[in-house]
């Protein structure tokens, strides 16, 4: 099974892409985005924009390399910049200062298109991190196919869940009620500053080793 995967890189991409798309954060989010919808448009809702945000990454997780290659930006550079963004986030996510997005209005507007797939769940953020770990794994040339196995399944478990979130929104917030959420998305902004901080000083190390 080893061979198959890598368990720890998919632990890490699973951890640090579940921390950054914040499940349990989209549902206020959602329910204010779909709050004029039934439960069946706010059903397709969720898959439409877990669909959009899947494919976004996936394009990135495929051709990030070869953009960072084109654009000739070294994978230093890439962790020392996706820090900083996703130091950022964290900051948003510890104080809350996210904005309040507006509700859909008479289904004019797909908002499973824009904002919830994209830049709500395919951020920069996870876009970023998600060209960090291709990048650096495939660059190091040992078990690339147990690697890319991992960083598939973090990434299709991560969207599973945030769907379930989604699809289950109205559940799950009466259970977890606006403190209980809000307990949630805080305790994930602690950990992305962590997990921000080790991309910076990772960064610099290998900045000062270059050198």
Same mark, same amino acid.
């Given at each position: 099974?080893?061979?198959?995967?890598?368990?720890?890189?998919?632990?890490?991409?699973?951890?640090?892409?579940?921390?950054?798309?914040?499940?349990?954060?989209? $549902?206020?989010?959602?329910?204010?985005?779909?709050?004029?919808?039934?439960?069946?448009?706010? &059903?397709?809702?969720?898959?439409?924009? $877990?669909?959009?945000?899947?494919?976004? $990454?996936?394009?990135?997780?495929?051709?990030?390399?070869?953009?960072?290659?084109?654009?000739?930006?070294?994978?230093?550079?890439?962790?020392?910049?996706?820090?900083?963004?996703?130091?950022?986030?964290?900051?948003?996510?510890?104080?809350?200062?996210?904005?309040?997005?507006?509700?859909?209005?008479?289904?004019?507007?797909?908002?499973?298109?824009?904002?919830?797939?994209?830049?709500?769940? &395919?951020?920069?953020?996870? $876009?970023?991190?998600?060209?960090?770990?291709?990048?650096?794994?495939?660059?190091?040339?040992?078990?690339?196919? &147990?690697?890319?196995?991992?960083?598939?399944?973090?990434?299709?478990?991560?969207?599973?869940?945030?769907?379930?979130?989604?699809?289950?929104?109205?559940?799950?917030?009466?259970?977890?009620?606006?403190?209980?959420?809000?307990?949630?998305?805080?305790?994930?902004?602690?950990?992305? &500053?962590?997990?921000?901080?080790?991309?910076?000083?990772?960064?610099?190390?290998?900045?000062?080793?270059?050198?």
């Amino acid at each position: 099974m080893s061979s198959l995967i890598d368990v720890a890189l998919f632990t890490e991409v699973f951890v640090t892409l579940f921390v950054i798309m914040d499940p349990p954060g989209t $549902i206020p989010v959602f329910l204010a985005l779909t709050s004029r919808m039934d439960a069946r448009q706010r &059903a397709r809702a969720a898959r439409q924009a $877990i669909l959009v945000a899947f494919g976004v $990454i996936v394009v990135f997780a495929i051709f990030g390399q070869q953009l960072l290659h084109y654009m000739g930006i070294s994978l230093p550079a890439l962790q020392a910049s996706g820090g900083l963004l996703l130091l950022l986030v964290a900051l948003e996510l510890l104080t809350g200062k996210a904005e309040e997005p507006e509700p859909a209005k008479g289904g004019s507007v797909n908002v499973a298109l824009v904002p919830l797939g994209t830049p709500l769940l &395919a951020g920069p953020g996870v $876009i970023v991190a998600t060209m960090v770990f291709v990048q650096q794994r495939v660059a190091s040339g040992e078990s690339i196919v &147990a690697h890319w196995v991992a960083i598939a399944l973090a990434i299709v478990l991560v969207h599973v869940c945030t769907w379930l979130a989604m699809r289950f929104a109205g559940v799950i917030q009466r259970v977890l009620r606006e403190s209980g959420v809000t307990l949630v998305t805080r305790i994930a902004g602690l950990l992305l &500053a962590a997990i921000a901080v080790q991309m910076i000083a990772t960064a610099v190390i290998e900045f000062v080793r270059t050198a």
